[in-house]
């Protein structure tokens, strides 16, 4: 069965830096992707993700709301709302 997408408003484009929120009712995921950028995270719910990895390896976090956290370039991933609630976070994309 399909999987509902997550829902995303740019924020902020300009030169400096992309600002994405995200909103995942329980079970939508963003589908898969690679991160262009190195990005920061801040979670405005509680996020349980499931976290689908190439190679067909998953793994589950779980934030606090006001969390954050930095990944750099390349990351490539599908993110599941895993839990039974609303999860939104803004996503901070920084261009070189």
Not at 76 to 93: L, Q, W, Y
């Amino acid at each position: 069965m399909a999987r509902a997408q997550a829902t995303h408003e740019v924020l902020v484009d300009d030169e400096k830096v992309r600002v994405t929120r995200w909103d995942f009712a329980p079970g939508a995921e963003t589908g898969w992707h690679r991160h262009g950028m190195d990005y920061v995270i801040t979670t405005l719910t509680p996020c349980n993700m499931l976290l689908e990895e190439p190679g067909g390896t998953s793994r589950r976090v779980d934030f606090k709301a006001g969390d954050a956290y930095r990944r750099n370039e390349g990351v490539e991933h599908n993110v599941v709302n895993d839990g039974d609630a609303t999860m939104s976070f803004v996503e901070i994309e920084l261009k070189a």
